[in-house]
C-alpha cells in the first residue's frame, strides 16, 4: 500500500490518476502550461466548465500541490493561477495524451 494525502492507493498509477481525474483538470494544467492565468481566462479557454466546477477543480490542483494561486490585495482581488515544479512534471503526460489523441482521431496535427 501507498499512502499520500491521507489517502492509501495500491498502486502509483492510482495516485496519478486521482490527481489527474476531473474532466476539466487535464485542460486547465494543459493551458497553464503557457504561462500564468487569471479565473476569467481560466473560465473562457475552458469551454463549457461551470464556475462551480472550476473553483472546485482547481482548489484541488492547489491542494495536491500542481499550481499556486497567487491574491493580489487589490479591490477587485486579481487572482492568478500558475503551475509548480510538480504541475509543471505532469506536462509530458499531458502532451502524450495530445499526440494519443491525435493518432486516435488520424489527424496530422491539431493546435
Known amino acids: 500500500m501507498i ?23 487535464t485542460l486547465m494544467l494543459w493551458h497553464l502550461h503557457d504561462g500564468t492565468k487569471r479565473y476569467n481566462e481560466l473560465e473562457r479557454i475552458v469551454p463549457g466548465v461551470s464556475q462551480k466546477m472550476l473553483t472546485q477543480q482547481l482548489k484541488e490542483l492547489e491542494r495536491d500541490g500542481l499550481l499556486i494561486r497567487t491574491v493580489y490585495p487589490e479591490i477587485p482581488p486579481r487572482v492568478e493561477y500558475s503551475l509548480t515544479e510538480l504541475g509543471q512534471s505532469a506536462f509530458p503526460i499531458l502532451e502524450m495524451m495530445h499526440s494519443w489523441g491525435i493518432n486516435k482521431l488520424g489527424l496530422s496535427e491539431l493546435d
Open 3 to 25: 499512502e499520500w494525502n491521507g489517502k492509501e492507493y495500491r498502486c502509483p498509477v492510482e495516485v496519478t490518476m486521482d490527481v489527474l481525474s476531473g474532466k476539466w483538470k
